[in-house]
């Protein structure tokens, strides 16, 4: 399974900005199926940030909830990260992730800078 993320991008705080990231293969319609995206600030470890289920099940980091959104385009195989209302501590490498059944991938990093 490959995943590509894009979208990454300089925005002041405040802003917005939208990261997607398209897999080979779908996730949808087993539950045990997840897309997740993690992201990994500088001289910090890699945390958890949102994910989707192929049941369609989300969650979200504490951090970012009200102000991320995660969703998916079953046709495209696609799953998006909406982040609104952007701050500096969210400035970070933004990593997709899936896995499909017992088995991860990981896309490479996009970056999200954040100026305030």
């Known amino acids: 399974v490959q995943l590509q993320a894009f979208g990454g991008g300089l925005v002041q705080a405040g802003g917005s900005l939208r990261l997607s990231c398209a897999a080979s293969?779908?996730?949808?319609?087993?539950?045990?199926?997840?897309m997740a995206w993690y992201r990994q600030a500088s001289g910090k470890q890699r945390e958890f940030v949102a994910s989707?289920?192929?049941?369609?099940?989300?969650n979200y980091a504490d951090s970012v909830k009200g102000r991320f959104t995660i969703s998916r385009d079953n046709a495209k195989s696609t799953v998006y990260l909406q982040m609104n209302s952007l701050k500096p501590d969210d400035a970070a490498v933004y990593y997709c992730?899936?896995?499909?059944?017992?088995?991860?991938?990981w896309g490479q990093g996009t970056l999200v800078t954040v100026s305030s």
């Open positions: 992730y899936a896995r499909f059944s017992t088995t991860t991938y």
């Open positions: 293969r779908s996730i949808f319609g087993v539950n045990s199926n997840t």
């Open positions: 989707l289920t192929g049941g369609g099940s989300t």
